[in-house]
């Protein structure tokens, strides 16, 4: 087996953000750089420097489709909603021959990823409706035997690791809560509903005008161009605050605990 280093890392994810792209675009499928990457392209025109990951989002309606159709040689979709040891209600599109290995319980992982988060309708009073959201999504986290290695938080994320082990055997049946959460959204398009978001992930709810994700742009992202909704100062004022100034510099970290690898 071969260890990837950052440079590596970067250039498989890239890749696969290509082979997304190019699909999306035959396809006519709407997607849009978000999070961190979002930032990274406006601030940096790239990657944002001690970041290690890709993150996209989809309107429900194409993410749907692109998890139904999107074949390739290389790459291959993980779909977290069916991965009983993982909290998370998304999709990776994961190098096949690579995997991760994260540094606190070595576990073996997916492959080198892109992520891909599905966009959400909801209606305008939208508290009565996240709140089951949040409580399905809560007890899903707290069933899976899941430990997540990351440098924030770490005592957080040790202690709740230590309840799920206590709290297993209980009956719970996490992949049926998830499928009742997709379901859920599955009734909730974004293009049916005045706001929209990604609600799932750590269940920060930012509601945007649904308009805002399919309002749709180039820009430029390591040297290529890549889609990305129109509004970014909406978003990334909405969901980081002052987004171009610097963080200080000792939380210009990546916030991941893992080693790549590839087959030999």
């Keep these: 087996m071969i260890k990837l ?13 290509d082979e997304i792209h190019a699909f999306c675009q035959e396809k006519g499928l709407v997607y849009s750089l978000c999070g961190g990457t979002m930032l990274g392209a406006v601030r940096h025109k ?7 990951d890709i993150d996209l989002m989809m309107p429900r309606e194409d993410y749907e489709r692109f998890k139904a159709e999107f074949k390739s040689a290389q790459n291959e ?15 990776k599109v994961s190098r096949k ?9 070595r576990r073996r992982l997916y492959g080198v990823n892109v ?56 009956g719970v049946d996490v992949l049926v809560i ?12 974004p293009k049916d509903f005045p706001l929209a978001t990604v609600i799932y992930g750590d269940f920060r709810i930012f509601p945007f005008p649904s308009d805002v994700f399919y309002h ?16 970014t100062d909406l978003y990334l004022r909405t969901v980081y605050g002052k987004y171009m100034t610097l963080p200080p510099a000792e939380k210009q970290v990546t916030h991941h605990l893992y080693d790549s690898y590839q087959e030999a």
């Design 5 to 17: 280093d950052i440079r590596d890392l970067r250039r498989i994810q890239l890749e696969i953000l």
């Design 46 to 52: 790239g990657y944002i420097p001690w970041d290690d």
């Design 77 to 91: 979709i993980i779909d977290l909603t069916k991965v009983e040891t993982c909290e998370e209600q998304f999709i």
């Design 97 to 105: 021959g690579t995997w991760m290995e994260d540094l606190i319980l």
């Design 115 to 170: 992520d891909i988060f599905p966009v959400d309708g909801m209606p305008e009073d939208y508290k009565p409706y996240t709140n089951p959201l949040k409580a399905m999504h809560h007890i899903v986290a707290e069933f899976c035997p899941y430990w997540k290695a990351t440098r924030r938080h770490k005592f957080y994320w040790m202690l709740r690791f230590t309840i799920k082990k206590l709290l297993r055997g209980k």
């Design 178 to 189: 998830k499928e009742g959460l997709e379901e859920i959204a599955l009734k909730h398009l």
């Design 216 to 231: 749709i742009q180039d820009i430029e992202f390591e040297g290529k161009m890549y889609k990305c909704i129109r509004d």
